[in-house]
């Protein structure tokens, strides 16, 4: 079944860098458009970042413009989410999924992954 698999997360300082990765199996991967969420505790999931299946179109959160970036690499069934300038606010479990039917933006997500923790520390 298809399902991606996140690394990446961790512990670091306010301010620091962190790169996540999402990896899926299969070729199906690369035609759809993917999402990096993020789920704070009691708080809803949310989307960060989205691209498209060719990389050409990006959308971004409000709350992360200018500190986070959204990459893929579809040779390697990849997505990344790199993070800088990292608050305490952005602790949270990030997960990654690709939409159900699109290529360009993540509306209906799917397939979800199991999520890495980020913990943002003073």
């Known amino acids: 079944q298809e399902q991606p698999v996140e690394s990446g997360g961790g512990a670091v300082q306010a301010g620091g860098s962190l790169t996540l990765s999402c990896a899926a199996s299969?070729?199906?991967?690369?035609?759809?458009?993917v999402g990096w969420f993020r789920q704070a505790p009691g708080m809803e999931r949310e989307l960060v970042a989205s691209?498209?299946?060719?990389?050409?179109?990006?959308v971004y959160a409000d709350a992360i413009k200018g500190r986070f970036t959204i990459s893929r690499d579809n040779a390697k069934t990849t997505v990344y989410l790199h993070m800088s300038s990292l608050k305490l606010e952005d602790t949270a479990v990030y997960y990654c999924?690709?939409?159900?039917?699109?290529?360009?933006?993540?509306?209906?997500?799917?397939?979800w992954g199991q999520g890495t923790q980020v913990t943002v520390s003073s």
């Open positions: 999924a690709r939409d159900k039917f699109s290529g360009v933006v993540v509306t209906q997500p799917g397939y």
């Open positions: 299969g070729p199906i991967f690369d035609s759809y458009a």
């Open positions: 691209i498209s299946w060719d990389g050409a179109h990006t």
